[in-house]
């Protein structure tokens, strides 16, 4: 992995790519700390990375696009494929590279809240607990991208895809409050969920019985849900979308509020992606 990861950053810093990821950055952080901190003498600089979130719509695709698909379209990948190297060692020393990348970068965003202190008191836990939020939010959405990388060998196709993945988290954000809250549509929605769960099992293990076993099971625990406790649908939608949101979880970090539930949720959405990478490299090695 160690190899994989050097090799990388290598890469990184002898193309322009680490210092356009870096650049950027830089440039919209630094015109937010004036415009919200210099300027009006403000030490809530927690708003700051709240407000330059939308970043990592631009530059996430710019770090990730030729993670994987590089190797492809230049047949590198059947070299590494081939290797002894383990492909779980492949997926993570390039995540890992992309991730040295960005910590380098909110690295020095560490600056900003320094030369604060200098002139007045900053709340320290607050902002100790936006940077912990900002890092998980931007791995999650470097393993978006990683996987997006892996499956496709051309890189301005995986950096449009990433691009859109990610715009679509904002869009959903968005849209909440324009989504259904009544009942019925809260029990429809449950049942196209236990739909998608059941094709996806069928996908994964290639067995009908099981597949169709698991969603008959669980549309009769939602139907008795139903039944009994029928205000369980009631906003259901809703609350499905902001349970999952990536965004909506970051807020309370920018509150100072250190959620051990949204560090879990953040640190199983990375595994999910690193495992979906790797899954598509095992199945690339062996076809």
Do not use: H
């Not at 710019?62 to 290797?83: I, W, Y």
């Not at 259904?180 to 969920?193: E, M, Q």
């Amino acid at each position: 992995m160690s190899a994989v990861l050097k090799k990388e950053l290598k890469i990184y810093f002898s193309t322009p790519t680490g210092y356009i990821f870096m650049g950027f950055f830089l440039l919209i952080s630094g015109f937010f700390f004036a415009v919200s901190n210099l300027f009006p003498a403000s030490p809530n600089y927690t708003s700051v990375l709240g407000n330059i979130t939308f970043i990592f719509l631009v530059v996430v695709p710019v770090l990730t696009m030729r993670l994987l698909s590089e190797e492809a379209r230049t047949k590198t990948d059947q070299l590494l494929l081939t290797s002894p190297l383990k492909l779980t060692d492949i997926v993570l020393g390039k995540y890992l590279a992309a991730v040295t990348v960005f910590v380098i970068t909110i690295a020095v965003t560490i600056l900003y809240p320094i030369i604060l202190s200098f002139y007045g008191d900053i709340p320290v836990a607050e902002t100790l607990g936006a940077y912990i939020g900002f890092f998980l939010l931007g791995c999650s959405f470097i393993s978006i991208g990683l996987f997006i990388s892996s499956l496709t060998d051309n890189q301005f196709i995986a950096a449009v895809v990433t691009f859109s993945a990610l715009l679509l988290t904002w869009v959903v954000d968005w849209l909440e409050s324009a989504l259904p809250t009544d009942r019925v549509a809260g029990f429809i929605f449950v049942l196209i969920l236990i739909g998608i769960v059941s094709a996806w099992i069928y996908l994964t293990i290639r067995n009908i019985i099981v597949s169709v076993s698991a969603g008959v099971a669980g549309a009769a625990a939602f139907v008795a849900v139903y039944i009994l406790k029928p205000d369980f649908y009631d906003n259901a939608i809703v609350r499905f979308f902001k349970w999952f949101s990536l965004l909506s979880r970051y807020q309370k970090f920018t509150n100072g509020l250190l959620d051990l539930s949204s560090i879990v949720y953040y640190l199983s959405f990375i595994f999910v992606f690193i495992f979906l990478t790797i899954r598509v490299l095992e199945k690339r090695r062996w076809s």
